[in-house]
């Protein structure tokens, strides 16, 4: 064969990145300890992060173990129509994008946790009509 074509990042594989990078954040992992115990560099993980790289069944069962989930997680949520996945798919997924990257980030992930350490049911409902209320004020 001649020269590859360079290759797009496809949707699925960009789902699955952002699992991974959910998870790794949610343990609290770097990329470069992620890669250490991978036996990767953090470049790589990063790739697989964006979807850059696709992740093979074995890495991914690698993945799985050392982030303490199972494989099924990287998967739940993952857009598709009829079996194929499609990008225009990808707004009609049950777990959107936004959903995705907010708990992703920095912001998402302490407030998640946060969020979830408050026992009181009450103080829950109350804090997110707060926030509720902040955010309708604001010009979008």
Known sequence: MGRAHKARVQPFDRYVGSRVRMQRKTLRLSQEAL???????????QKYEKGMNRIGAGRLQEISRILHVPVAFFFEGAPHVDGVLTPSSLDKAPTPAYV???LAST?????????TQILDTKVKQRIVAL??????????
């Open 35 to 45: 890669g250490t115990l991978l036996g990767i560099t953090f470049q790589q993980v």
């Open 131 to 140: 926030v509720e209320q902040l955010s309708s004020g604001q010009d979008r």
């Open 100 to 102: 995705s990257d907010f």
């Open 107 to 115: 912001d998402g992930l302490a407030l998640t946790r946060a969020f």
